[in-house]
């Protein structure tokens, strides 16, 4: 538990709650005691973690909570994996999010290594309406950041 961000955590919470929203909250995890491909994934619910409990992914019932709210979702935004998918036993989460992501009518954006490695290991490259390569730079972009290369060609263009 990273305890210095537990305040930011509950001042987003609220702010969503005033808006009339939410931020989904895993319910269920898989874990395990130590970071290795061998290591057996334990599904517990999210009140029966153990301190020395390592969390690789987020359990079916979260899983399928995420790939409900893609579903229904106009956009989606998809930055990063839900779990260690690198090791099959802590992958099923991203698997689902992949599965909803390829499945929603959606417009659908990826973007940075890990998430385009997920895309690939789950094959639904033609299903992502944009990919890019980029990660943090692509969501900055996507805030209206502007972004040094960017602005650079931007004022090429002009000249």
Request: net charge negative.
């Amino acid at each position: 538990c990273e305890d210095d961000l537990i305040p930011t955590a509950q001042a987003l919470l609220e702010k969503m709650k005033q808006r009339g929203a939410n931020i989904p909250i895993a319910v269920d995890v898989v874990c395990g005691k130590k970071f290795d491909a061998n290591e057996p994934a334990v599904l517990k619910d999210v009140g029966d973690v153990a301190d020395d409990d390592m969390i690789f992914d987020i359990g079916p019932k979260s899983a399928q909570e995420l790939a409900d709210i893609i579903m229904k979702a106009g956009t989606v935004v998809w930055n990063g994996p839900v779990g260690v998918f690198e090791f099959d036993q802590f992958g099923e989460g991203t698997k689902t999010i992949a599965k909803a992501i390829a499945e929603t009518s959606a417009f659908t954006l990826a973007g940075g290594g890990d998430t385009i490695a997920a895309i690939q290991k789950y094959d639904i490259f033609d299903k992502v309406s944009y990919i890019s390569t980029a990660g943090g730079a692509f969501l900055e972009f996507l805030e209206g950041k502007t972004l040094p290369a960017v602005a650079i060609l931007e004022d090429r263009a002009k000249q």
